[in-house]
């Protein structure tokens, strides 16, 4: 109608860089958006394995198909290559799918016992890594529930043991992740806006890509875990303008998933 790129037209408007950024990704297709995010994401000094994780991980394997398509037209380049070629090579970076079976979660479970906290030294990333990146989400929920009723606690809980390795501690997240994502989106944006400093860029990453998924259910954990609304948590933290209205505006958007 008007001629002009509305993505474009924005920068151009007075907006300041940062609500700019936002804006532009807002905008985008879901899996286009997760593509822009995840090219941010490897662009960053120090590569934010954070954000990769929560997109290949709470995403559904046609989803993230889409994405790499998106990522390959907007960008001529290949999101796997891209990740495989990260420098140094990071533990995250494996952690990336086929019917749900009991059989196999029993033994999955069994192996990841095994090799965890059934030995004694820290757990053997062969072998996680080859459950982790062959099962399918909804597999992998079946499997943590086979180990916390034949193991009587919850497989992160192996994790915990003394000094945690950076293996450790990247697995802990994806199987929060993967078990409970509007909690563990709900911890993550406490920790980003009540930290040490405001993670802003996590912030606006997080009200973006699940405002229009499981905003009211993050809400909703967000006030019963910590005492108050998310909106009040954003508003306290974040100077008032317009960047704050927008992230209020995703905050309380109530999803159409």
């Known amino acids: 109608m008007c001629g002009e790129d509305l993505l474009k037209k924005s920068n151009m408007a007075g907006f300041l860089p940062k609500n700019c950024a936002a804006l532009d990704v807002w905008m985008l297709g879901s899996h286009e958006r997760d593509a822009a995010v995840a090219r941010q994401a490897l662009e960053e000094s120090v590569v934010n394995f954070k954000a990769l994780i929560e997109i290949l991980v709470g995403r559904k394997s046609s989803h993230i198909a889409l994405i790499k398509q ?15 070629n990260i420098e140094p090579p990071h533990p995250y970076q494996k952690a990336h799918n086929a019917d749900v079976s009991q059989h196999v979660a029993k033994c999955d479970a069994k192996r990841l016992y095994e090799t965890g906290e059934g030995s004694p030294g820290a757990a053997e990333k062969a072998v996680v890594l080859e459950i982790f990146s062959k099962r399918s989400i909804p597999q992998m929920k079946l499997t943590f529930s086979c180990y916390k009723h034949i193991y009587g606690h919850d497989y992160t809980k192996s994790l915990k043991r003394g000094n945690s390795t950076d293996f450790e501690d990247a697995l802990k997240m994806v199987v929060k992740c993967i078990l409970n994502p509007p909690n563990y989106y709900a911890k993550t944006l406490y920790a980003s806006i009540k930290g040490t400093r405001v993670d802003k860029a996590a912030v606006a990453r997080v009200l973006v890509s699940r405002a229009e998924v499981d905003m009211d259910e993050i809400q909703r954990i967000f006030k019963k875990k910590y005492g108050m609304e998310l909106r009040d948590a954003i508003c306290e933290s974040i100077p008032s303008g317009d960047y704050r209205d927008f992230l209020v505006a995703l905050a309380t958007k109530a999803s159409t998933a």
């Not at 037209?73 to 999101?79: A, E, I, Q, S």
């Open 70 to 84: 998106a990522y390959q037209t907007r960008y001529k380049r290949h999101l796997d290559q891209d990740i495989a």
